[in-house]
């Protein structure tokens, strides 16, 4: 099933264009990885799925995304509902700083998604339960976010991200921040999300977007080379370019 | 090779050596004047927290008060004190002649008729009998016991008579002068007579003043700066509104007294000398100051909190409000705090809205007149008699523990503040 379908996407930053004519499908319940070199513009196309592209003013996105077939670059669309439905995880953990609770309660605070005290216990738990937080910090729970480690940390982010049972998650380079062990732990927690969540995943690590993705795309100055199903694109691609930087020949 | 290497080092260190060397001397020297400052306001001023007191047996003699049998308290409202408090004063020396008379009731404050009422007042059994009366004495003598009176001028040149100085000293022979702890400088309004004197309005009217300008300045500024911080496109017209923000900030205060002048005077017709217009003109000055520390906090707030809001579906309204303005907010409030202080000590702009006005009444609301600090410092500085002197000490020993109170109780707040969000 095809959860987001983008097609001839452009994006310009004042003049500059960053992105031509992208147009890419997303499968449903599936990780898909967008790898390519630094300034691609893998992380504007990211950006551009939930909106926060918005945030940047000289920044203007022409095209369609559908999402649920319903093209969010419309006039009509609600960025605050699209965002609650699409959520996110940066590079660089940024939790509130304020306490674990409050981190995760905030989404579906604002949301207006839990009726109670205790529908709200509920989902933070149940959320730092999924993000695989739970047992390290339940009895901690209203001591600031921001005095975990930094694995812990986009956890954490991720438990943020999930709180409001989003469709799809977008996370932008999540690991570059981490170390291995933190990596490995986030790789195996974005493979148990993908069972209920979309997922589009930026990296700048082939072997993560081999070791997680079930779909690539590969991003190359603004223009999307090639994208089809992980193992073709790292055994067997069809666009000399993505061969070359996936041997590692440039990039 | 080696050898001149050896010498580049050492000419860095040396180099090094030196700048520490110009740093510390900086700081000492910064030290110093600090010193020297706080030592001269301080040897001046401490004297006026003493004020002298003539202790004069006075005769509360009914007939001379024109008071009749079993008088009513009002009565002794009415009654006439004046006599009996000359003939008081004039019987410290039973030989003196009319004009020694004239001179000995100069010894103490013009004040003394009420104190001799006050005493009665407060015990109406001493009609008929005498008492031991404390007299304020008259700013001279004060100056004279304090030891800061030139005694050795000749006659012609001082304010005290040396008939004056006989008497006064054969009373403190006698043990009849005392020096008390000078509450009326802190409980009365202002006075052409030094030993009267006090900053009772002054004080109420600076803390007015500052309460209406924090009123009126924080709000708008701190609106002003998450407007254009959060909310406002980058584009030309908010670029030339920043520029004369900055602007606004360099403008000399005496400017902005002007305009309080001409606008809330002149057109709007607000009570002239109140701290209420003085609060107003202040605020004017105060707002860019808030506007830029707090635009300079909402832009120190990194743009990851934000863009996580945002992600989560938090409207701009909800981001700002739950994230960025926490955030700043200690930045924001030690801007406020820093603004209040200048305006606290600000007293040009308060001179042009009539601040400067001789008031002798302590103002009760913003719409009294009143005098401020620093102003209630020029004034007294400006005045001829020596009492003055030290009062003007004093009044700044006053200020400055207002604005050392002040920045303390924003340093506590930020810090609990700082603890709070980090």
Request: proline share 5%; charged share 20%.
């Amino acid at each position: 099933m095809i959860k987001i379908k983008a097609k001839d996407v452009d994006v310009f930053y004042g003049k500059k264009q960053a992105l031509f004519n992208i147009s890419l499908d997303i499968e449903e319940n599936q990780v898909t990885a967008l790898i390519g070199p630094s300034g691609c513009g893998k992380s504007t196309f990211l950006r551009c799925l939930n909106r926060m592209n918005d945030v940047i003013d000289i920044c203007s996105v022409k095209g369609e995304i559908l999402i649920n077939d319903f093209n969010i670059n419309d006039k009509g669309c609600d960025v605050v509902r699209l965002r609650e439905k699409i959520g996110m995880v940066f590079q660089k953990p940024n939790p509130f700083p304020k306490t674990l609770y409050e981190n995760v309660s905030y989404g579906p605070t604002i949301h207006g998604i839990a009726q109670s005290k205790q529908e709200m216990d509920e989902i933070v738990e149940t959320s730092l339960k999924k993000a695989a937080l739970w047992e390290e910090v339940k009895d901690r729970l209203h001591e600031p976010g921001t005095g975990l480690s930094g694995g812990q940390q986009q956890r954490l982010c991720i438990a943020r991200a999930i709180s409001v049972r989003p469709e799809v998650i977008l996370m932008d380079e999540p690991c570059s921040a981490l170390d291995p062990i933190a990596t490995a732990q986030i790789e195996e927690l974005i493979d148990e999300l993908k069972k209920e969540h979309t997922i589009i995943i930026v990296t700048h690590s082939m072997a993560q977007a081999a070791r997680v993705s079930q779909n690539t795309g590969f991003f190359h100055l603004g223009q999307l080379i090639e994208h089809g199903s992980t193992d073709k694109i790292f055994k067997n691609p069809d666009n000399k370019k993505t061969q070359d930087y996936i041997t590692g020949r440039f990039g | 090779m080696n050898k001149n290497k050896e010498q580049l080092l050492n000419k860095r260190y040396k180099a090094e050596q030196r700048f520490r060397l110009y740093g510390q001397s900086a700081i000492f020297m910064a030290l110093l004047f600090l010193t020297i400052f706080i030592f001269k306001i301080f040897s001046t001023g401490y004297s006026a927290f003493q004020k002298t007191w003539l202790i004069v047996p006075v005769t509360f003699d009914a007939e001379l008060m024109m008071l009749e049998q079993n008088p009513s308290k009002e009565d002794i409202q009415d009654a006439d004190y004046y006599d009996i408090a000359l003939k008081s004063m004039a019987d410290l020396d039973p030989n003196a002649n009319e004009d020694q008379e004239n001179e000995l009731k100069r010894m103490v404050s013009y004040f003394f008729e009420k104190e001799i009422k006050n005493e009665l007042l407060n015990d109406p059994s001493l009609i008929g009998k005498t008492k031991e009366v404390y007299l304020t004495a008259s700013d001279d003598l004060d100056q004279v016991f304090k030891g800061n009176y030139p005694r050795d001028l000749p006659e012609d040149q001082r304010r005290v008579s040396d008939y004056q100085l006989k008497i006064f000293d054969q009373l403190v022979a006698n043990g009849k002068v005392e020096s008390k702890f000078n509450i009326s400088f802190f409980t009365n309004a202002d006075s052409r007579e030094a030993e009267l004197a006090g900053i009772a309005s002054s004080f109420m009217g600076s803390i007015f003043s500052i309460l209406v300008c924090l009123m009126i300045a924080f709000p708008v500024a701190v609106l002003a700066a998450i407007y254009l911080e959060e909310f406002a496109p980058k584009n030309r017209f908010t670029d030339f509104i920043e520029v004369n923000i900055n602007n606004l900030a360099a403008v000399p205060s005496i400017v902005f007294g002007l305009l309080g002048l001409g606008v809330l005077l002149a057109i709007f017709q607000l009570p002239r000398s109140t701290p209420l217009v003085g609060g107003i003109t202040l605020s004017l000055m105060t707002l860019p100051t808030i506007i830029i520390a707090a635009r300079a906090s909402l832009k120190a707030v990194p743009p990851s909190i934000r863009e996580a809001a945002l992600a989560m579906g938090a409207s701009r309204m909800q981001t700002t409000m739950h994230h960025t303005v926490p955030l700043s907010m200690p930045g924001t409030l030690s801007g406020t705090i820093i603004g209040l202080a200048q305006a606290l000590g600000e007293t040009a702009p308060l001179i042009l809205i009539g601040m400067v006005a001789f008031v002798n009444t302590i103002p009760g609301s913003p719409m009294d007149p009143a005098a401020s600090l620093p102003v209630q410092i020029y004034i007294w500085a400006e005045s001829a008699e020596r009492g003055f002197v030290e009062k003007v000490s004093a009044c700044i020993m006053v200020l400055l523990g207002f604005l050392i109170t002040m920045n303390l109780f924003a340093q506590i707040i930020r810090h609990k503040f700082e603890k709070k969000w980090s």
